[in-house]
Each structure stands twice: as C-alpha cells, then as structure tokens.
C-alpha cells in the first residue's frame, strides 16, 4: 500500500472513529458528565463563534483550550488526528468536538478532511448532540447555584431573625431586672443542713408561699461550685428575687474558694434582677468536729470584706451571739427556737418581715 493510501485510510479511520462517537454519546453522557465538569470542559457559549461543519486533522501537536487563544487546557490533539469541527471564533481558532464537551484549537495546526455531504451530516448531529447536552448541564449546574444561593439567604434570614429574637429577649430581661420591684420575687435561702433545719423549723415553703430552702446536707463549697447547684437554685430566681447564702460551716479553711464562687453567681442572678445577700456562719457549742468560733469569725470577716460591693451583709453570727442560741448536742445544728429567731431576724434583714 503507498503512502497516499495508508493517509486516506487514516483519514476514514479518523471520521468512522467520529461516527461511532456520535452515535455514541447519548449514551456515554450521562455517566460522562461529572468527569466532564471535572475537567472543565462543560463550557458556556460566551465567545462569538461562526457555525460550520468540517472534518480536520491536526497537521502538529495542537493544544486544546477552553476558550479562543485562551483558557485552561483540555489536552492535545495529536498530529494525524481527525477533529469534528463545529464553529470558527473571531480570532481564527476552530470550535471542536472534544471527547463530550467543546474545546477550541488554533486554526493554523488543522487542515480540512474532504468528506461526502452523508459525512458532514453525521457530524453536524453529534456537534448539535453535544452542545445540546451542554446547555443543559450548564442550565442545571445555573438551577442548583440559584438554589444554594436562595438556601443560603433563607439560612442568613433565619439566623438574622433568631438574632433579633434573642436581641429582643435580652432586651425585655433586662428591662423586667431594671424594673423588678425590690421583694416581689421569691425568697431563696441557700446553705447547708442548717439551712434545712432551719426551713422545717417554720415550716418550709407551706408556711411561707414564695420561699424556697435550697439546702445540701453536709456540703459545701464543692458543692456550691458545681453546675447542678446553680440549676438548683437558678429554678427559683426572677426578677425582684432576694437571695440569702448562708455556707462555710462544714469547710471553714475554704473561704478564697466560697469568695469566687459567691461573686460569680452573684453577676449573674443581679443581672437577672434578684438581690444577692451573704449571711455570715453563726456560731457554733462545744463538738467532737474540730469547729471553733474564732475559725468561724475568721471566715466570715475573709467573706465580709472580700466579696463583690453589690453584695449585701446579713451578720447573723453577730445577731445569735447577742441574743444568745441554742444548739443540739452535736454543737452544730439548733434548737428549733434558734432556727427561728435566725429566721426571723433574715426577713427583716431583707425587707420581708
């Protein structure tokens, strides 16, 4: 076979290579067209490009752009190579058929094929094929871009909205905390087993409707410190609420930690609108537990001067000790009369009795 019959034999090899790919790409496209997007080749006709339909082989190595003369690179044609040509930009460049997309090659690196008007047919429908299938990838990758940007905007909406929300919130809390009437919210004693003892000694919340008795039996600042004490109490805190801490007696060494505990719950409950009060540790008898009352003075005179200014001071100790008290034959706890002579004397210290 000559050298002029093994070209045209190339050249019918090339364009029933081209057939076969059109005949082929309905079928191929869908399972193409994420690959496709991948590399780039699903393009949007921006560039003016004149329609035309011709078979042309690559007379060298021709880069494959995305673009006329510009654009990232889709890959090569090889010399020899039969191209599908389907348009003419501007500048010279020809429009091709590439693999499932378009590309575009410099018009100075292919020289036309001649093939009979059954062959520009066929190739004039593949062209139209693949660009039909274009369009629509880009009308749908267009759809799901309008469909993020309108989720996004609805989620910017939402947030926005929830925003002002919590905004408003604030607003009317702080509003309700600057406008709360001094005493008209709940009285919460919060404290050890002396507080308890001293709430079931009148008679608890029954007795007295708007009074809360938040007490941990032989705990303390351990206690106090965890977040499961602050929910405890936190339950019953409005606006206008009174607050009266009354722990230190089971763990008198632990006054710095009583004082950083005390201060930040306390920033807290009076932005809320309560009034906050330390009522110092009374007095203590005689006991088997190594409490003295020179421990329990030294205690409250590190609370007294060292808690937060906004703070109010009960001194019960000073009150019991004046008036005299009773205790239990553990020397820790009172008699019922003393529970209530404390009792009283709070009430009047914040304004309830």
């Known amino acids: 076979m000559n050298t002029g019959w093994k070209k045209l034999a190339a050249l019918a090899a090339g364009v029933l290579c081209l057939i076969w790919m059109g005949r082929g790409t309905a079928l191929a496209a869908e399972a193409a067209q994420a690959q496709t997007a991948q590399n780039g ?7 003016a490009v004149t329609p035309m339909t011709a078979a042309m082989i690559a007379t060298q190595q021709a880069v494959v752009r995305q673009r006329p003369d510009a654009g990232d690179s889709l890959g090569q044609l090889q010399p020899g190579q039969v191209a599908n040509v389907c348009g003419m930009a501007e500048n010279g460049w020809y429009q091709i058929v590439y693999g499932t997309g378009i590309g575009y090659v410099s018009g100075g690196m292919m020289a036309q094929v001649p093939v009979d008007a059954a062959m520009l047919d066929a190739l004039a429908q593949q062209a139209q094929l693949v660009k039909q299938q274009l369009a629509q990838q880009a009308a749908q ?3 799901l871009q309008e469909a993020q940007a309108q989720q996004a905007a609805q989620q910017q909406a939402q947030q926005e909205a929830q925003a ?3 905004a408003q919130q604030a607003a009317l809390q702080e509003a309700r905390a600057q406008n709360a009437v001094p005493g008209s919210g709940n009285l919460i004693f919060v404290g050890d087993s002396r507080t308890g003892q001293m709430g079931n000694a ?3 919340p029954a007795a007295w409707p708007g009074t809360a008795f938040v007490a941990c039996y032989g705990g303390g600042v351990d206690w106090l410190s965890t977040p499961q004490a602050k929910k405890e109490i936190d339950q019953y805190v409005t606006p206008g ?3 009266v801490i009354n722990y230190g007696v089971n763990d008198l060494s632990r006054h710095n930690d009583y ?3 005390i201060n930040r719950y306390s920033q807290d409950w009076m932005e809320r609108g309560a009034a906050v009060y330390f009522a110092t540790v009374g007095p203590v008898g005689e006991n088997q537990y190594g409490k003295r009352n020179w421990a329990v003075e030294y205690f409250n005179n590190q609370l007294t001067g060292r808690l937060s200014g906004g703070i109010g001071r009960i001194d019960l100790y000073g009150y ?3 008036v005299g008290y009773q205790t239990t034959s553990d020397g820790l706890h009172y008699t019922p009369a003393t529970y209530a002579a404390a009792f009283q004397f709070l009430m009047q210290s914040t304004g309830r009795a």
């Not at 080749?41 to 560039?47: G, K, M, N, P, S």
């Open 320 to 322: 019991l000790t004046a």
């Open 41 to 47: 080749v699903i393009q949007a006709e921006e560039d």
């Open 202 to 204: 009148v008679g608890g």
């Open 241 to 243: 609420s009174t607050i």
């Open 164 to 166: 002002q929300l919590a």
């Open 141 to 143: 990758q267009r759809a």
């Open 259 to 261: 004082i950083a505990t």
